[in-house]
Structures are given as C-alpha cells and as structure tokens.
C-alpha cells in the first residue's frame, strides 16, 4: 500500500437477519490501475470505488429476485501514475535566492516610482505650475 490509498470495502461486514435487510446485495466495483513510483521503488497496485445497492424481495414471493452477495467489476482502460520526489537542498538554495532576489528588484523598482514621483512634483511646485 501507498500513503493515501482508501480501501472503501475494507473492514465491511453486512449481516442479513431482519425482513427489510433480505434481498440481492450487487456491488459494483470500478478498478483503476495504479503505479505509484517513490525513489527506485515502484508499485504496481490497483484503486477502486464501489457503489452499493440492495435488491429487495420478499420472504413470501422468492420470485424474480435471488438473494445473495453480487460483484460486477469494471476495469478502467487508465492507468493512474503517483510519482513521488523530493527535490535536493540546492534546488531548495535556488528557490530562495529567486525568491529575494524577487523581492529587491520590486521594492527597488517601488522606491524608483516614489523618488521620480515625488522629484518631478516638487520640480513642477517650484516652478509654480501644480495645482
């Protein structure tokens, strides 16, 4: 098993002894092919989800419906590929440096603005032209 991986059927258990609960159980199951890769490991697995009905019939009448347990698979013509990675330290540095370097060429550009703003408003003050 993988992190994450749900097994929604794991752990279910149905007992039919009451009249409202006697009746043809169908569980359609839909599996997806599973590759999950961590490093050099893979696994090949499989996920599926299952969607519950119940049938019911009638004690008196055992016509049309024949009680039991029913399991109908789909298989999914998709494979789904989990690829886990951890990115190295140095990559990690990179993304820091970018991340400043980010920062000071914006505040840089912030304080730019503000300088040659508040420059060309006291040149325009001085010569008597602003209102």
Do not use: W
Not at 6 to 35: Q, R, S
Not at 50 to 76: A, H, I, K, N, W
Not at 113 to 123: A, P, R
């Amino acid at each position: 098993d993988y992190p994450g991986k749900h097994n929604p059927l794991d752990g279910l258990k149905k007992i039919a002894g009451e009249k409202a609960d006697i009746g043809m159980f169908e569980y359609f199951i839909k599996v997806v092919p599973t590759t999950y890769t961590k490093g050099s490991k893979t696994l090949e697995t499989n996920q599926f989800s299952t969607t519950e009905y119940l049938r019911r019939t009638d004690p008196q009448q055992m016509m049309g419906v024949l009680p039991g347990v029913y399991f109908f698979y789909e298989m999914s013509p998709i494979r789904v590929v989990v690829h886990e990675s951890r990115k190295s330290f140095f990559h990690f540095i990179t993304q820091l440096c970018a991340i400043i370097g980010g920062v000071f060429t914006v505040s840089g550009m912030i304080d730019s603005t503000v300088f040659h703003g508040t420059k060309y408003i006291k040149k325009k003050m001085e010569l008597g032209k602003a209102d």
